[in-house]
């Protein structure tokens, strides 16, 4: 069965610099997604940005980029410029890639401050 | 476009009641899923559906949770009769193919 591991329950950085939130995962498959999704207090949960596995060139959404390592079962979250809309609990999330429907599996989420 | 559509989105009900928790799914969507949130257990999968079809209700946790998808544009997750211990925010996710799931803005569920 696929795992998800975050490591940091919680991490805190100051508004404007950058932080890393560090995510791992167990397969056996090789064609897969990862995602990250941040939930803040309103609850609702929001994708934040998505890799596929057979691409080597790491995703970049704005502010947000992912260090994706295939070998190492790797997938970090780069948030540049941090602001203050930032603040949240951020899932890692794998989902794979074959036809029929697939369960997304979470990681247990890392809760995001930023500091004014 | 309008996202998955949830609803109650708070729900406070006393021990033994049936709760019924709707959804509808992004049209076109051909995948939903119903997930349970708990600050214990986190994000577990209760059941999901592929073209309307049960697919693995491994996660739904007793006989006490049934779920149906009668149409390709409606769902519904039930609990009778519930318990304190159901208590938790309920999320109903879609999706099309392969790809990120598209979540709806949960259900609270209080059992008192």
């Known amino acids: 069965a696929q795992t998800v591991t975050q490591s940091q329950p919680e991490m805190s950085v100051q508004e404007a610099e950058t932080v890393t939130l560090s995510c791992t995962y167990d397969t056996s498959e090789s064609d897969y997604y990862l995602f990250w999704y941040k939930q ?63 369960k997304l599996v979470f990681g247990q989420g890392t809760r995001l401050t930023i500091n004014p | 476009d309008a996202g998955v559509i949830q609803s109650p989105r708070h729900e406070v009900t006393e021990m033994g009641q049936e709760v019924t928790l709707r959804c509808k799914p992004i049209s076109g969507h051909n995948s939903l899923f119903w997930y349970r949130q708990t600050m214990m257990r986190g994000l577990e999968l209760l059941i999901y559906f592929n073209n309307n079809v049960p697919i693995d209700d491994s996660g739904m946790p ?30 109903c996710a879609s999706s099309l193919g392969f790809g ?13």
């Open chain 1, 40 to 102: 803040p207090p309103s609850r609702q949960m929001i994708l934040v940005i998505r890799q596929e596995a057979y691409k080597q060139q790491n995703a970049t959404e704005n502010r947000f980029s992912v260090n994706f390592q295939k070998a190492a079962k790797s997938f970090s979250l780069k948030i540049s410029d941090s602001q203050l809309g930032d603040a949240a609990m951020y899932f890692c999330a794998y989902r794979r890639r074959i036809q029929g429907a697939q």
């Open chain 2, 62 to 91: 007793e006989d006490r949770f049934s779920a149906k998808m009668p149409n390709a544009s409606f769902s519904t997750l039930k609990i009778q009769p519930s318990e304190p211990r159901d208590s938790a925010v309920y999320f």
């Open chain 2, 100 to 112: 990120e799931l598209f979540f709806g803005e949960g259900s609270r569920l209080t059992v008192l």
